[in-house]
């Protein structure tokens, strides 16, 4: 028989929120499975040794059974903590394939946009190449209390999501990220190109304080995203978008986690 290979000639690009739902799927194969068929197999034993010793066999179940009780307990305490995990990456996950889907209409501009871009031990959730330049958005979904108007206030040194201050870590990941993909496509390319930083929130409102000074990372609503990049000066040509476009790609399909 003749050895067969993939029709495919290349890795297909990769889907918005790709990163997280491997990550679900990771803990439920590799953790809950296993948190699930522990107790099972040990319940299995102490039933069959406390079968043993009423059909008046010479196993004793008082060892199996508190031994079974333990990993029962443990496992149980394991899948609570491994349930609330999966559904905070799934609200997760959930966000970015919104934001992801919201950005799939910037393709009929002309636009270039990728999503989950792997770059080592983090990932880039969208990139968008445009002539105004190149975005690296971030997505971060939150939850938001009932009954009330939360809002985020942004300033130059913090991001306040309702009554949680962020500090800088939110503002410092999107600033690394816009850098690494500066300094790959600067490698790749040869080429300097404006990576633009953006951390968006859905469905919240955003209050931006001291507007002067916050033009190294945008925090918006995603649907304001569009304004921003049309309002923003066209600094790409289309060469030179194409080539970046074509880099990242290139990039995205040979990448091996």
């Not at 990769?14 to 439920?28: M, V």
Request: glycine residues 6%.
């Amino acid at each position: 028989m003749k050895e067969k290979i993939s029709p495919l000639k290349s890795r297909p690009l990769r889907n918005p929120g790709q990163s997280l739902q491997d990550e679900i799927d990771k803990i439920f194969d590799q953790s809950i499975l296993i948190h699930i068929t522990a107790p099972i197999i040990f319940i299995y034993l102490a039933g069959m040794t406390w079968f043993y010793k009423y059909t008046n066999h010479i196993p004793s179940p008082i060892f199996i059974s508190i031994i079974a009780g333990i990993v029962t307990i443990y496992c149980f305490i394991r899948v609570i903590f491994l349930k609330k995990k999966i559904n905070q990456l799934k609200h997760a996950r959930d966000g970015e394939k919104a934001v992801g889907q919201y950005l799939e209409n910037f393709r009929t501009k002309g636009d270039v946009v990728y999503h989950d871009v792997i770059g080592g031990q983090f990932n880039i959730d969208h990139v968008i190449v445009s002539t105004h330049g190149i975005f690296v958005i971030e997505t971060k979904t939150y939850s938001k209390p009932k009954g009330v108007e939360p809002k985020i206030v942004y300033s130059a040194n913090n991001i306040k999501i309702d009554q949680y201050n962020s500090g800088k870590k939110l503002i410092i990941q999107a600033k690394c990220e816009s850098k690494w993909l500066k300094d790959m496509l600067k490698t790749s390319t040869g080429k300097e190109f404006d990576i633009q930083a953006v951390i968006v929130f859905p469905g919240w409102f955003i209050e931006t304080r001291d507007r002067q000074n916050l033009s190294d990372v945008w925090v918006l609503n995603p649907k304001a995203l569009r304004a921003f990049i049309s309002n923003s000066k066209e600094v790409i040509s289309n060469e030179d978008m194409k080539i970046a476009a074509y880099h990242i790609s290139r990039y995205i399909r040979t990448y091996d986690a």
